[in-house]
């Protein structure tokens, strides 16, 4: 296998199982898991941005300044969002709507071009069940935390079990 698909594939796979463990946070945890993922995300934030501050001071292999201008941004951002995480919670729910529908239209359109494969319809139910979801997150805020969670989980299983049946 190539590099590159094989960098892809890991990808996808390690997309696909974060997923399903924020997914089940979400569910388990509620409100607390909400606040737990913005400080996670705030702390990959400040690893990223000092990572690359680090690099580029160190290296000087003729990377433009803009990158090392939003790695420190990036680094300010993630303590911000550690420190005061209610600020970006209900930027979280919009986000993973607006994400569930891109994977719910992806899924859609993934599983028209594959309409020879016995497993389109599964593929195409599993694209409008993403969608209806992502939209549910974003117009009924009262369900959106278990939506949120099982969004996430249902993607991250489809991915798993989809990504190798369509193949």
Partial sequence: MPKNVKEFVTN????????????????????????????IFGALLVVYGCAFTIMYYTKKDGDSNIKVTWAIVAAIAGIYLIIRPAFFSS????????YLIACGLTGILDALNHRTKKIWLAALCYGIILAVLGFLILFVPDVALILAGVGLIVYGVMEIVGGKLLK
Avoid: D, N, P, Q
């Avoid at 930027?91 to 607006?98: D, E, L, N, P, Q």
């Fill in 12 to 39: 996808k796979l390690a997309i696909a199982l974060v997923s399903i463990v924020f997914g089940a946070l979400l569910i388990i945890m509620k409100e607390g898991a909400l606040e737990l993922i913005v400080r």
């Fill in 91 to 98: 930027v979280v729910f919009f986000t993973i709507g607006i």
